[in-house]
């Protein structure tokens, strides 16, 4: 028998999914976050749990997983060194491959076709696909980066919120919840920042689009702001040469009604997931 | 003898002036950082030290301090809990006040009257007295406010300049800048982020006025963004009722040149700085 395995590492969740060579699902499995951050020497214990629960499932024992072909998608990869620290570890696989999370994302939407992914999530990221060769565009991080992004999205909230509250800007019932979230505080709203995360200020994302729906105008213009750079970056994609582009994350679903149509009907459906992305670069055939 | 002493105790650095009940300064001081962001413990030696010695360069020894009306400036005293601590501390003068620091620099500017004033350095905030009582705008810190100031055109020049390294927007010679300054090295620059201060983003200030000078496309798009956030707080300053309005900070003579003529010539030159200002607010009559 042979074996595949696709895992792929994130920053909230760690998944897996061991299939025969028919592609028929064996065993499962879900950990906490597992990606680049944590280092090496806290990842790969990780790596090795989620698999082991996976091949448990399916009634595979440590022998066996010399008959596994392995391919992890991590995110953070491209951190100096990880990815040859990596390679470096004994290997008890038939043959092994790490990627970042956003490639296995890409290679699952297009079913191993060249293509491109546009990810909105707590952050935002662009990964193009051709030939086998990728290229990323954003997602080098927040603040500096991941426009459109929920982090992106929660700071223009506050950002908006406090010019309101200063009556530079009007103020409309989204500025006055946010304000409102923090009790009327604005010292504590500055405490809050000193150690807020990204995905702690993704947490007023879907307020904003809750807000824009009802038509807030301030709500409304962070949202024409994101449309605009959604819409960049879609548009460089296909420059790129790509024939396809899925919109992918927890906020494409809510952004997709707010593109012009011109724009969203040169998306494609996904068709598949980023573990389908993993075991087709483990080797699976569909 | 009646003696006064002003103290502007800010994030970069600390200064002190002495003077006799005419005026005439007697002493001053300078040294580093003392705000309130280092804690009462070690802010009040920082106090009392930069107090002694404009008083050793007036000859005054410590039983003169009791004839000393004083008045403290500094940054940051709207932290809870700051402002009383300070006041339960045993004065070693014949009187004592303290306010923030943006609030010395408008009675400063003003010389005592009603005012307002738009700091534009690493950050930005207004203030604005009328009958004494005082209200600011903006000024809660970075990345959630500070527009237009140092650290918000540091960070637009990142985020502009990585839009450009992935063919989001335009290459310039702005932007280039800003890459090669890490060594075209985006992990690096991602590193650099992870620990980077507002002073830190502050730095390329200089840069993206100078490279709108030449004409870069880029950098020009950022002053004007700045610009209009620079036009809304004076506007928003005059509709308070102010009769006068004072740039100040590092870049205020920087930004003065883009800003529209309507509203340039409603701005005043300032009458006196920040220690003229704590003078002031300690009893001197100027």
Not at 82 to 105: C, K, V, W
Not at 143 to 154: H, Y
Not at 220 to 227: D, E, F, G
Request: charged share 20%.
């Amino acid at each position: 028998m042979v074996y595949f395995l696709g895992v792929d590492a994130g920053g909230s969740h760690c998944r897996s999914r061991l299939t025969d060579q028919n592609g028929r699902i064996l065993g499962s499995a879900e950990i906490g976050a597992a990606n680049a951050r944590i280092g090496i020497a806290n990842l790969w214990p990780l790596l090795m749990q989620v698999t082991e629960l996976a091949c448990q499932e399916a009634g595979l024992n440590k022998n066996d997983w010399s008959s596994v072909h392995a391919a992890f998608g991590i995110a953070g990869l491209s951190r100096p060194g990880l990815q040859r620290a990596l390679e470096e570890m004994p290997s008890p696989f038939a043959a092994i491959r790490y990627t970042g999370d956003d490639e296995i994302a890409n290679i699952g939407a297009h079913r191993g076709h060249d293509g491109a992914i546009l990810i909105l999530g707590t952050g935002s990221i662009a990964h193009i696909r051709i030939d086998g060769k990728s290229e990323t565009l954003g997602g080098y991080g927040f603040p500096i980066s991941d426009e459109a992004s929920g982090a992106w999205l929660g700071l223009e909230s506050i950002r908006h919120s406090l010019r309101a509250y200063d009556g530079r800007i009007q103020k409309t019932i989204f500025t006055e919840r946010v304000i409102h979230h923090f009790s009327d505080d604005i010292l504590g709203l500055v405490a809050w920042m000193d150690a807020a995360t990204a995905t702690d200020y993704a947490l007023f994302a879907p307020w904003v689009i809750e807000a824009g729906i009802e038509g807030d105008p301030v709500a409304y213009s962070i949202i024409q702001k994101a449309v605009a750079y959604i819409e960049n970056f879609i548009e460089v994609i296909f420059q790129k040469g790509v024939a396809r582009c899925c919109l992918m994350g927890g906020l494409a679903a809510p952004f997709m009604p707010w593109l012009s149509n011109h724009i969203s009907c040169k998306l494609s459906p996904s068709q598949g997931d980023a573990l389908d992305g993993a075991l087709i670069l483990s080797g699976l055939k569909f």
